[in-house]
């Protein structure tokens, strides 16, 4: 198992801005694999919000496009999601993965609360 450690969640008001930073515990994990972040609200699934591939592709959900900027920095094993113009629908609890052919590694999630 390796460690996925998420920090930034938090409270926000509606249409604000609110980032999310993922760091891995292991720099070879991290460089071999598609980074994403996933969120689930209560009583609902858990969905992809974004992902980036070990060479930068990146792929975002319908719900977060035009909202959202994922990016990954090798140096420092980290990715990180920016989300803008946030909603009431975004509440939920967004998990880190990291994800190869070999291996699936999940965070223990950090609580995002938008406001009204």
């Known amino acids: 198992q390796v460690q996925l450690v998420e920090s930034g969640g938090g409270l926000v008001e509606a249409g604000g801005s609110l980032s999310l930073s993922c760091e891995a515990a292991?720099?070879?994990?991290?460089?071999?694999?598609?980074m994403g972040w996933y969120r689930q609200a209560p009583g609902k699934q858990r969905d992809l919000v974004a992902r980036v591939t070990s060479d930068g592709r990146t792929d975002y959900a319908d719900f977060v496009k035009g909202r959202l900027a994922i990016s990954r920095d090798g140096a420092e094993a980290t990715v990180s999601l920016k989300i803008d113009r946030l909603k009431p629908e975004d509440t939920a609890v967004y998990y880190c993965n990291a994800k190869s052919s070999s291996w699936d590694y999940w965070g223990q999630g950090t609580q995002v609360t938008v406001s009204s």
């Open positions: 292991s720099g070879r994990i991290f460089s071999l694999s598609t």
